[in-house]
């Protein structure tokens, strides 16, 4: 049935484009059905389907010669942050309108130079900085699981688009960032795969940067295999990034056993959090069982500096953020605001940024701003640096005494509706994060895993925290913890 | 410490981001909560331990100290609100 390929993973793709069952070119044309039939989740911000053709067809001109590695025809939405040559690349911001890169993320080169295929790019929050895609200049993006009540829910964020995206089947896969949870809470919230690597492990040259201490690009997939896949495709050194690392890239698909015997798992017990949602600490349980099952060794263990990480990503990720953005100034590309007669420089910067950027970016701009001033550097920024430090210790004890992952719910909820935390204040938003963003800060790879359904039929995720640069041992836990859980729910498609 | 909207005007200002004065009670409110949210921090030991600079230990690459890019004008220019004769175009910055 042509009208299901856009359904398959990668790996199940891979296998029929090399066995030459279907072509790229099938392949694209039903992803790009389904992209085009998707306006109600509003995944996609930008459709590139003269793109997406051309490519299909020079993968179908590499299969046909037997050069087809893993990604060779696979047909991807690619995340709006992802500079992409000639294509609209605006991070969902109104001050990046009409911004058309002269150049190729590392990221999205190296995909395409494995032969994969660009269907557009993916609606986010505005530069990455939100937790349920609503603060994006192209409007919300819509999860497509619906809980019981039917109401619209929301994919979670940053990575919005390509949660729903890829949950959706518009595409086999997807880019995502993440810089405090941007690919693991979509992830769990759209009951798909999201792999946050080692940081320095993906260039991030090329991606409109938010935190560059904290910033990593990251597969988001069907399953576990495919980011496996899809991670090798997408990452290695880089000279244009300095903090890309020159290590070889493992086959990361090959390390998926599923034989996890003697591997000891640690449990956290700084992650049991007051009023966690009794199907959270379930799911948790049940993820544990079946680790030990598995074979591994459980252990309990501490973080103790787990809740000052949050508070100090809340003054990092600013403090970056107001540094990287202060680029956007009406000069150089994108939005300039309509000045009046006598308006000078310091004008235009200041009305080309209050009209270019959403309240959200605002806020963190300003946010970060204070605490790098003058006065305030080291009571905030110094100080939250050096718990960061302290945060990262906490992981390297653990790792030293013997523990080879960690597991840990993958976010505090299921997706809640749209519009939901509207009267919220914005920390209210940012604890969707408290899982997750321990791993930004302490460089760590992350994988979020779906492993069951609550009680209104909603996905849940599991994350898998892991050593600096043992992806490959930790999609392999991940890949047991997903065949254990045996989660194969999907959305009933109804936009 | 409590955020004003004094301060709340005088942030927006470092920042180069106009907003209104009616706006500045309900940013200087946002700020309250977000720097309250991050006091947690204080009860923080953080005696001895150095800032964490970058998460990975490594070396900064060096390569040898010749041109690798360059003369890319019309790509530099193309995605400019206001290109003239080469150069990008701003308003009067000195009088």
Redesign the interface.
């Known amino acids: 049935m042509m009208s299901d390929l856009n359904a398959l993973t990668i790996a199940a793709a891979r296998d029929k484009l090399r066995a030459r069952d279907i072509t790229a070119t099938e392949l694209t044309e039903a992803c790009l059905a389904a992209a085009e039939g998707s306006g109600k989740l509003n995944a996609f911000a930008h459709h590139t389907p003269d793109i997406a053709r051309e490519q299909a067809k020079a993968a179908d001109d590499r299969l046909a010669k037997g050069d087809a590695p893993a990604m060779c025809g696979i047909p991807l939405g690619i995340k709006d942050l992802f500079c992409t040559k000639g294509v609209p690349s605006q991070a969902a911001s109104a001050i990046l309108n009409?911004?058309?890169?002269?150049?190729e993320s590392t990221v999205t080169q190296n995909l395409f130079d494995a032969g994969a295929v660009m269907l557009g790019k993916l609606n986010m929050d505005e530069f990455a900085m939100g937790s349920s895609n609503e603060t994006s200049t192209y409007g919300n993006v819509v999860n497509p699981w619906k809980g019981d009540d039917g109401a619209d829910l929301t994919p979670g964020g940053s990575s919005g688009g390509s949660a729903a995206a890829v949950a959706g089947d518009l595409c086999l896969a997807a880019t995502g960032t993440d810089t405090g949870g941007s690919i693991r809470q979509p992830a769990a919230f759209a009951g798909i795969t999201g792999v946050k690597p080692?940081?320095?492990r993906c260039s991030r040259w090329g991606i409109v940067a938010f935190a560059s201490?904290l910033d990593q690009a990251g597969p988001m997939t069907k399953d576990v295999r495919d980011a496996a896949i899809m991670l090798s495709a997408m990452c290695g050194h880089d000279?244009k990034d300095?903090?890309s690392?020159?290590m070889p890239v493992p086959d990361f698909e090959a390390a998926l056993t599923g034989d996890i015997k003697g591997k000891t798992i640690g449990i956290p017990r700084e992650y049991r959090m007051d009023g966690m949602p009794s199907e959270i600490e379930k799911l948790w349980e049940d993820g544990t069982a079946m680790l030990r099952d598995a074979g591994a060794r459980i252990v309990d263990i501490s973080l103790p500096?787990t809740?000052?990480a949050?508070?100090?990503y809340?003054?990092i990720a600013p403090a970056e953020a107001?540094s990287n953005l202060?680029r956007y100034?009406?000069?150089?590309?994108?939005?300039?605001a309509k000045?009046s007669q006598g308006?000078?420089?310091?004008?235009?910067?200041?009305?080309t940024?209050?009209e270019g950027?959403g309240a959200e970016v605002?806020?963190r701009?300003?946010?970060g701003?204070?605490v790098l001033?003058a006065g305030f550097y080291d009571a905030?920024y110094?100080?939250?640096?050096?718990?960061?430090?302290?945060i990262?210790r906490d992981f390297d004890t653990v790792f030293a005494d013997g523990v080879d992952a960690i597991l840990t719910p993958a976010t505090p909820s299921a997706a809640f509706p749209l519009g939901a935390m509207a009267d919220a204040?914005?920390?209210q938003m940012?604890l969707n994060d408290v899982f997750t963003v321990t791993v930004n800060?302490?460089?760590l790879p992350g994988v979020a895993v779906p492993a069951g359904l609550n009680a209104k039929g909603l996905p849940l995720g599991l994350q898998l925290i892991g050593r600096?640069w043992e992806e490959a041992d930790l999609l392999n836990v991940a890949y047991t913890l997903e065949r254990a859980a045996g989660f194969v729910a999907k959305p009933a498609k109804w936009w | 410490m409590s955020?004003d909207t004094e301060t709340?005007a005088r942030?927006?200002?470092?920042?180069?981001?106009?907003?209104e004065p009616d706006a500045l009670p309900a940013?200087a409110d946002?700020?309250n909560?977000?720097?309250g949210?991050?006091?947690?921090?204080?009860?923080?030991d953080?005696d001895g331990?150095?800032?964490?600079?970058?998460?990975?230990p490594?070396r900064?690459?060096r390569?040898d100290d010749v041109v690798t890019d360059g003369a890319?004008q019309k790509?530099?220019l193309?995605?400019?609100?206001?290109a003239r004769e080469g150069f990008?175009a701003?308003?009067?910055?000195v009088e």
């Open positions: 009409g911004f058309r890169p002269e150049y080692t940081y320095g201490s000279p300095s903090t690392m020159d500096h809740k000052y949050l508070p100090a809340y003054v107001s202060a100034d009406g000069v150089r590309f994108g939005h300039r000045l308006d000078g420089i310091t004008e235009m910067y200041e009305k940024r209050a950027f605002q806020r701009v300003m946010v701003t204070y001033s905030y110094n100080r939250a640096r050096k718990v960061r430090t302290l990262k204040d914005p920390v940012y800060l302490a460089g600096p | 955020i709340a942030v927006a200002k470092l920042a180069r981001i106009r907003v940013l946002a700020f909560t977000i720097l949210f991050v006091e947690q921090l204080n009860e923080v953080v331990v150095e800032p964490m600079t970058g998460v990975t490594m900064l690459k390569r890319q790509a530099v193309a995605n400019a609100p206001d990008f701003v308003p009067k910055v």
